[in-house]
């Protein structure tokens, strides 16, 4: 928003009864008062349904808003430790790492980072070169449907790399959920985490 000194000459009033305006506006959770940096209109925050059925393009129909995956990456790499145990990797081992960035109405609002395990989903990195869907990129290779088994949320504050592609303040927080999905047969297809705006997405689970 614009600073106090241009509101009061706009509205011909007192810097005084502008202050008292945003005090007011920022205790009804309709702006935010940075010291330093400004007054914002706070975002819209989304609620996302989180259960073993969890689908973005699902959760995007049930609101009614149009979102999109953009590509960042699609590689195999060597697993870190945590990657390696979880899918049952030699440390090191490769696995295909795809990394999307989540747009809904065409402002970026999440990064998508999974881990498919190879020698199984070896070459899933060109599949999502032509598709952004985990959904289509998993039944290219014979998984007819995939549930999440757990789901861990935590918090943490962006790197320098994911505030620029989110576009937001490294002094605002992530929603960090961390999952783990199976196929119809019990065994695990993917490994990775969301990372979600914390002022853009909430999570409703259930």
Do not use: W
């Not at 009614?64 to 870190?80: C, F, H, K, Q």
Request: proline share 6%.
């Amino acid at each position: 928003m614009p600073p106090e000194s241009q509101l009061a000459r706009n509205h011909g009033v007192s810097r005084f009864t502008v202050r008292q305006a945003l005090a007011s506006l920022e205790a009804a959770g309709v702006v935010l008062i940075e010291q330093g940096r400004g007054t914002f209109v706070r975002n819209r925050v989304i609620a996302f349904s989180l259960d073993s059925r969890t689908r973005l393009s699902a959760n995007l129909t049930m609101l009614g808003l149009p979102g999109a995956r953009r590509l960042i990456s699609a590689e195999t790499v060597p697993a870190d430790g945590e990657t390696a145990r979880t899918l049952g990797l030699a440390p090191g081992g490769d696995c295909v790492q795809v990394r999307l960035l989540i747009e809904i109405e065409g402002r970026p609002v999440g990064l998508v980072s999974d881990h498919f395990p190879t020698p199984r989903f070896a070459g899933i990195d060109r599949v999502f070169h032509q598709t952004t869907s985990p959904t289509e990129a998993l039944q290219a290779f014979g998984v007819r449907d995939y549930r999440r088994v757990t789901t861990r949320l935590q918090s943490r504050l962006p790197s320098v790399a994911e505030a620029r592609l989110l576009g937001m303040p490294r002094t605002h927080p992530l929603i960090v959920a961390v999952k783990q999905d199976v196929d119809p047969e019990g065994h695990l297809v993917s490994f990775g985490c969301s990372a979600f705006c914390a002022d853009r997405v909430g999570f409703v689970v259930g």
